[in-house]
């Protein structure tokens, strides 16, 4: 499996237009055609878009006669998630230690309460 860079998925998705173009693409395979409707750029710029979304494994092209079809690159976006939950599982893990040390100090202040006067 081809890991793609991350820094080039996450500058991909850094641009507003990729970024609804990539969402478009999550509903299912489209042609630029389709892709285009709607946006506010033309459809030389579309084909752009979908060039850096490709070169960063964000989406896979396939010929149908003579149309291109695009579709959401599962790899890449396998690759991404992978990235992502790793960070998530070391936030939960220092969360936890976190959590877990508040309470050990919790319940020593409870069982060793400090004596005042003499």
């Not at 499996?1 to 693409?25: H, S, V, W």
């Not at 389709?34 to 989406?59: N, W, Y």
């Not at 579709?71 to 893990?93: C, H, I, N, P």
């Amino acid at each position: 499996m081809a890991i793609p860079k991350m820094d080039k998925a996450f500058d991909a998705l850094g641009d507003p237009t990729r970024r609804t173009i990539f969402e478009r693409l999550a509903g299912g395979p489209l042609s630029v055609v389709h892709i285009a409707e709607g946006l506010q750029v033309s459809r030389p710029a579309v084909s752009q878009h979908l060039k850096v979304l490709r070169e960063a494994k964000l989406i896979a092209m396939t010929r149908e006669g003579t149309r291109n079809i695009y579709r959401v690159d599962e790899e890449g976006v396998q690759a991404l998630r992978e990235y992502l939950d790793g960070f998530w599982s070391k936030a939960m893990e220092s969360f936890k230690q976190v959590a877990e040390q508040t309470q050990k100090n919790k319940d020593n202040n409870g069982t060793h309460p400090k004596r005042t006067g003499g």
